[in-house]
């Protein structure tokens, strides 16, 4: 394991249309896509997805956002995915990101920052069967 990672394209890097770019710098970087779909997620969804910020004064704004309109779950796979998908898309706020990074070269703010990124090995996996099955997965790649 560690070599997998979940990658969401946020409400807003749909809205602007960037997918594909910012698939492009994920696959430039030497990323692998397993897996993606669009989805519309609903506070049901999210909220099960976002349950570990559940009493972080962020969460319902968060929702609101991540429900206001489709976003592209990705699997995707490589060596250190965790780490170097983080090193990718930059700090969290897109004004500490460093220059080159997904998140500094597109993401409005703290709260619209385009990419949503798996942070640990564990949480990559418990992400990814959020939002694809194991069959999807076998099926795509035999493994």
Do not use: H, M, V
């Given at each position: 394991m560690g070599n997998r990672t979940l990658a969401i394209l946020k409400p807003d890097c749909i809205r602007k249309n960037l997918a594909g770019e910012v698939i492009a710098k994920i696959q430039g970087a030497g990323f692998k896509v397993l897996a993606m779909k669009m989805v519309k997620l609903n506070k049901d969804s999210a909220g099960g997805f976002y349950e570990i910020h559940k009493k972080r004064p962020f969460f319902n704004d968060l929702l609101e956002f991540m429900t206001s309109g489709p976003c592209m779950p990705i699997a995707l796979e490589k060596e250190n995915a965790v780490s170097d998908?983080?090193?990718?898309?930059?700090?969290?706020?897109?004004?500490?990101?460093?220059?080159?990074?997904?998140?500094?070269?597109?993401?409005?703010?703290?709260?619209?920052?385009?990419v949503h990124g798996s942070d640990s090995d564990e949480n990559a996996n418990i992400e990814i069967s959020h939002f694809f099955s194991r069959k999807e997965l076998l099926e795509i790649n035999g493994f």
């Open positions: 998908f983080r090193k990718l898309i930059g700090a969290t706020n897109p004004a500490n990101a460093d220059e080159g990074t997904i998140r500094k070269l597109y993401a409005d703010g703290i709260e619209q920052n385009i």
